[in-house]
T-cell receptor, first 113, second 112 residues
Framework: AAGVIQSPRHLIKEKRETATLKCYPI?????VYWYQQGPGQDPQFLIS???????DKGSIPDRFSAQQFSDYHSELNMSSLELGDSALYFC????????????FGNGTRLTVT | ELKVEQNPLFLSMQEGKNYTIYCNYS?????LYWYRQDPGKSLESLFV?????AVKQEGRLMASLDTKARLSTLHITAAVHDLSATYFC????????????FGQGTTLQVKP
């Protein structure tokens, strides 16, 4: 079965640089979520999109922005990177069906040096 | 503020033993999820619990939900080494945006 696809898998950036993470949700899933997971931490919700519109927002820094495109893929843009942004970034998708679990991608490991 | 708290945070056990992981949550949500994560890997959905008294079992894992106590448990029966991983519970929260709020995770280490 198709899964959530994220790219790149690994990304190394320097402080103050910009990074773009991409996510391709499972076909026919209409909601996309972004989570950030620091080392040894639980995943923290950043932002979500339903049918290409932002549906919820969590603890996402102002330096970050995201959008969902007409083909349903989503991008997380991160600017003025800081050392503390080093983390695993997960994308997940689901149906809007109320009880549907989130299906997570393999994540992008971002290292800021 | 939504809070999800797991107990214990780290669990080391011998193969063949039983143990329970506890998950307390703060809202009146009726949706509770359990995920498994291997180091550096993705989160794998294990159970979706949707109503008070719900019980689900898969292999050596059994999850239950008590919405009145705001408590979910993940019971491990006769643990095997392959169950070594970090287990997260997550609450669906109120509303219908679908986002999940995760607990801190319980790292399970099963020794042969």
């Amino acid at each position: 079965a198709a899964g959530v696809i994220q790219s790149p898998r690994h990304l190394i950036k320097e402080k103050r640089e910009t990074a773009t993470l991409k996510c391709y949700p499972i076909p026919r899933h209409d909601t996309v979520y972004w989570y950030q997971q620091g080392p040894g931490q639980d995943p923290q919700f950043l932002i979500s999109f339903y049918e290409k519109m932002q549906s919820d927002k969590g603890s996402i820094p102002d330096r970050f922005s995201a959008q969902q495109f007409s083909d349903y893929h989503s991008e997380l843009n991160m600017s003025s990177l800081e050392l503390g942004d080093s983390a695993l970034y997960f994308c997940a998708s689901s149906f809007t069906e109320y009880n549907s679990p989130l299906h997570f991608g393999n994540g992008t490991r971002l290292t800021v040096t | 503020e939504l809070k999800v708290e797991q107990n214990p945070l780290f669990l080391s056990m011998q193969e063949g033993k039983n143990y329970t992981i506890y998950c307390n949550y703060s809202t009146t949500s009726d949706r509770l999820y359990w995920y498994r994560q291997d180091p550096g890997k993705s989160l794998e959905s294990l159970f979706v619990l949707l109503s008070n008294g719900a019980v689900k079992q898969e292999g050596r894992l059994m999850a239950s939900l008590d919405t009145k106590a705001r408590l979910s448990t993940l019971h491990i029966t006769a643990a095997v080494h392959d169950l070594s991983a970090t287990y997260f519970c997550a609450e669906g929260g109120s509303g219908n945006t679908g986002k999940l709020i995760f607990g801190q995770g319980t790292t399970l280490q099963v020794k042969p």
